[in-house]
């Protein structure tokens, strides 16, 4: 700009440029924009936008409101104004009292949050708002969705409700409108147990082939309805989750599936690890029938294969024109590089420079008969890119799963304002205490207890995570030291009390087994005892018999020693008196035999 043009290096000439205009806009410097030297400046006539006042803001919404009403009943269309009047003054409250700081940093909010309100609204049918309680009711849930949802502790979430109770008693004149408000619930509900709440949804009735959005009363059968979903979830998908279905993550469902049903509808969930984020998306989504889409991260992922995975996304979403949900996680960011092209896609709905020029041609030839039957000309290249883009963000919602935990966290919001300005925040607060005991009772139902103990275990399980939690929040007040308490470090607590019952009783049974062996082996020695001793007593009168006919032998057999000795004392001598004939006569033979000798040697 300042000198006219630009040297073509390959030609080595100045490039003279002629009757063009440069027109540029700019966010304040902050939250990841850099200052704008004076250098650059000059060559600018500024204009400031400053923000619009309540007097523009309720014109431009009133105005839209009016047109978008015309088919409700005119019992609804007078509320037009009452409603932009509501929502401009509770904007201005919470812009005014819920202030940003390094804890909240995403409390800031723009006209986009007081456009999700109305856009919310007119997601309603008009069979289902007949009348000013509907319009309003809905309007309230609207506004929690909004604002109240990225709320992180219960002091802002009470202020939020007071406050928006104050400025509807003083919107719709009727006494007792927060009362027609949150009135019926508990008695829609069929159980004083459950709290009051705001359910809206379009899966009431999940065969319907027109899915209104409406009002869900009966907490009980829309519970089921997704635990439905979630048992023909399990039987599409290999990858199955095994979840366990509450109020509080109904509530998370429904919040979900209102943000897919908008278009370029995104979500910022924000909830430490355990908490069912991406669980909840992945049911949410299928409830929708859109289809999901997640990068498969591996130690060679790098910048190139996730420019290929978004080419896919775009082409899905943006040619086939399908629905398409792209779920993302902070522990798959490998580079910051991702977020960056994420917060473009949120802010624009592409990502600069990613497509080839014999990618995009594909693109437009692809694109031909569905730019013809929108009244885009199908000949102009820009023209047909920037169809493809609308495209892309009508049909591709971003889901961010984000970790508080940590300054990364913090770090990234400021870098990248989309993730706040163009999400819907939804913070995942720890699990109430109807939440951990529905957790308990479904991981100890296949146990072996009886009921009061099941009872028992699961108020004892309840009261440790809720007592380790109030502990660490003292922790955190008195010593300045965060120790997170997780679902997850429940659901490990209930692990841990099921394998620690599976050993206590392998080893008790193991111990009773031996002692009933024991038992039997006793039982078996003393029958045997017994039956030794019948015997013993059957044979007494024959061993008295044998014991009188062996005493008789014996003086029998002592006679007949007596007599064998003698016998023998005689034999004795007998033999002495052989054995000296014996010897005799050998003593004669040898001289006999030297006599011979002699005489035969003297010859």
């Not at 991702?338 to 692809?366: C, H, R, W, Y």
Request: negative net charge; glycine residues 6%.
């Amino acid at each position: 700009m300042s000198q006219g043009g630009w040297y073509n290096l390959q030609e080595n000439v100045f490039a003279q440029l002629q009757d063009i205009q440069f027109v540029g806009a700019m966010g304040p410097p902050g939250g990841g924009r850099t200052q704008v030297t004076q250098r650059f400046v000059r060559h600018f006539n500024l204009i400031n936008f400053v923000p619009f006042d309540e007097a523009s803001l309720k014109m431009i919404f009133t105005t839209i409101l009016d047109g978008k009403l015309g088919k409700f009943s005119a019992s609804v269309r007078k509320l037009s104004p009452s409603l932009v009047n509501c929502c401009v003054d509770l904007y201005g409250l919470i812009k005014a009292e819920l202030l940003p700081t390094p804890r909240k940093i995403h409390y800031t909010y723009n006209l986009r949050d007081i456009a999700r309100v109305f856009q919310g609204l007119l997601m309603a049918a008009p069979e289902h708002i007949s009348g000013e309680v509907e319009m309003v009711r809905l309007f309230a849930h609207e506004a929690y969705r909004v604002f109240h949802d990225r709320l992180i502790d219960d002091f802002d979430r009470n202020w939020f409700t007071e406050t928006l109770k104050t400025v509807l008693e003083t919107h719709f004149k009727k006494n007792g409108a927060w009362d027609r408000v949150i009135g019926g619930f508990e008695s829609a509900s069929g159980d004083e147990a459950v709290p009051q709440t705001l359910l809206y949804g379009n899966f009431v009735d999940p065969q319907a082939v027109e899915k209104p959005y409406q009002q869900i009363t009966d907490y009980k059968a829309t519970l089921k309805t997704v635990e439905d979903c979630l048992t023909d979830y399990n039987d599409f998908y290999a990858n199955k989750m095994h979840l366990v279905l509450f109020l509080n993550a109904l509530e998370h469902v429904c919040r979900l599936s209102r943000i897919l049903m908008q278009p370029g509808g995104n979500a910022l969930l924000v909830g430490v690890g355990g908490s069912g984020r991406r669980s909840l998306t992945r049911l949410a989504v299928f409830i929708q029938d859109y289809q999901i889409f997640e990068v498969a991260i591996s130690k060679v992922y790098g910048m190139n294969e996730w420019r290929e995975d978004l080419k896919g996304i775009f082409k899905v979403a943006g040619v086939d024109g399908k629905p398409t949900t792209f779920l993302f996680a902070d522990t798959q960011i490998k580079l910051e590089g991702f977020v960056e092209d994420i917060n473009n896609i949120l802010n624009t709905g592409e990502v600069p420079n990613l497509f080839a020029k014999d990618e995009q041609n594909e693109i437009m030839d692809s694109l031909t008969n569905p730019a013809k039957e929108a009244g885009v000309n199908p000949d102009n290249a820009a023209d047909v890119m920037n169809f493809f883009v609308e495209r892309c963000r009508a049909n591709l919602h971003v889901v961010l799963a984000f970790s508080p935990v940590g300054d990364a966290f913090r770090t990234r919001l400021l870098m990248f304002p989309s993730l706040i300005n163009c999400c819907t925040i939804d913070w995942f607060t720890e699990w109430p205490e109807e939440a951990l005991e529905s957790v308990a009772n479904r991981f100890f139902e296949k146990l072996d207890l009886k009921p009061k103990e099941r009872v028992g275990v699961v108020k004892l399980c309840v009261t440790m995570q809720k007592s380790v939690t109030a502990l660490s929040t003292a922790f955190l007040q008195e010593l300045g030291r965060y120790y997170y308490v997780t679902p997850t470090s429940y659901l490990t607590l209930l692990n841990m009390f099921i394998k620690m019952l599976d050993a206590k009783t392998q080893e008790i049974t193991s111990v009773k087994h031996r002692y009933d062996n024991g038992l039997q082996k006793l039982a078996e020695t003393e029958q045997s005892v017994t039956e030794m001793q019948e015997y013993i007593r059957e044979l007494q009168p024959k061993l008295v018999v044998a014991q009188k006919e062996t005493d008789e032998m014996l003086v029998k057999i002592e006679k007949m020693t007596v007599e064998a000795n003698k016998v023998r004392d005689v034999v004795s001598a007998k033999e002495k008196a052989t054995s000296q004939q014996a010897a005799d006569v050998r003593g004669s033979t040898l001289s006999a035999r030297m006599c011979v000798c002699v005489c035969v040697n003297s010859q």
